[in-house]
């Protein structure tokens, strides 16, 4: 069975502030809460055991490199970035420049900060639907900032890689996925996410 975030509407006069609404995701930190460009609040449903362990490993991945490489920062699927349509997401991975992250004053970093990653990643789960989670990275690839993301479909064995301006390109059951010049020498290791 596939399943689909919950989304709720709110009427115009009820739209929370920035403000507002971190406070909500932090009343509520047991739900994986978004909100959309509309003001729509987006609620995804818990990962499974297996997808949580697959994710894990991402992140581990991605922060062993992120350490020995030194120039960014990785970020975990807990964390919220305002991006400029005014839309709140949380990548399942992320990562940004230091030069970047360090551009931001301390209050900004210490609630959803108005920054979209360098690069993101997405993991599709068993029950998860793909196109929601393909609008996800188009949105995220019109924000300035961005330079790579992935969509990792276990599902169907397959690695969506976005960049921007470029045609979506589909890696059919990978070894090894490359983080070309946005990541130096980041080599996400498949073998233990499919």
């Known amino acids: 069975m596939l ?29 994986r809460i978004e909100r959309n460009k509309l003001g729509e609040l987006v609620i995804m449903p818990p990962t499974g055991s297996e997808t949580g ?14 350490e020995q490489d030194g120039t960014g920062i990785a970020f975990s699927p807990s964390t919220g970035f305002k991006l400029s349509t005014g839309a709140e997401r949380s990548p399942d991975a992320s990562w940004i420049k230091l030069e970047r992250w360090n551009a ?30 393909q609008e996800k990275m188009e949105e995220y690839m019109r924000e300035p900032g961005v330079q790579l993301g992935w969509l990792i479909d276990r599902k169907n064995r397959r690695v969506y890689i976005y960049r921007p301006n470029q045609e979506v390109e589909c890696l059919e059951n990978p070894d090894t996925v490359s983080g070309e010049l946005v990541l130096p020498g980041f080599i996400l290791n498949m073998s233990k996410i499919w």
């Open 3 to 31: 399943s689909s975030p919950i989304v709720l509407r709110i009427l115009s006069t009820m739209q929370m502030t920035d403000d507002q609404f971190f406070e909500f995701c932090q009343i509520n930190r047991d739900l």
């Open 104 to 133: 931001l004053s301390a209050e900004q970093k210490q609630k959803f900060a108005p920054i979209c990653p360098d690069f993101v990643i997405e993991l599709r789960s068993a029950s998860d639907n793909l196109k929601p989670l």
């Open 53 to 66: 362990n697959r994710e894990f490993n991402i992140l581990g991945q991605l922060w062993v490199w992120s």
